[in-house]
């Protein structure tokens, strides 16, 4: 059993960064791959990003490629989202969530086969 807790949301001008935490209790982080996933007001659920439980790959929606960067401390189990040029559209809840078969069901968007979903933390990118 995983429990997640998101945190570092906020408000941000267009253009700017921001990094979120996923802090992990229960079991060993070490066997999960760890996505990021976003919904905004009206809109479906996204997925954001992936970073498996090795570290040897990651995965990122075209939306944000080039501007998020997925990173692990499994020692500490953190995960994080670095979040540059910032857009209004990037304006969501976002969730981090974990998965024992490290990225499958991200890759595939079997989203609902995920098993652990913490909260979430709200983003705002506004002037």
């Known amino acids: 059993q995983l429990e997640l807790v998101e945190s570092g949301g906020g408000l941000v001008q267009p253009g700017g960064s921001l990094r979120l935490s996923c802090a992990v209790s229960?079991?060993?982080?070490?066997?999960?791959?760890v996505s990021w996933f976003r919904q905004a007001p009206g809109k479906e659920r996204e997925g954001v990003s992936c970073i498996s439980s090795n570290v040897d790959n990651t995965y990122y929606a075209d939306s944000v490629k080039g501007r998020f960067t997925v990173s692990r401390d499994n020692a500490k189990k953190m995960v994080y989202l670095h979040m540059n040029m910032l857009k209004p559209e990037d304006t969501a809840v976002y969730y981090c969530?974990?998965?024992?078969?490290?990225?499958?069901?991200?890759?595939?968007?079997?989203?609902?086969?995920?098993?652990?979903w913490g909260k979430g933390t709200l983003v705002t990118v506004s002037s």
């Open positions: 969530a974990a998965e024992i078969r490290d990225c499958a069901n991200f890759v595939y968007a079997n989203y609902d086969n995920i098993d652990y």
């Open positions: 229960g079991d060993t982080l070490d066997y999960y791959g």
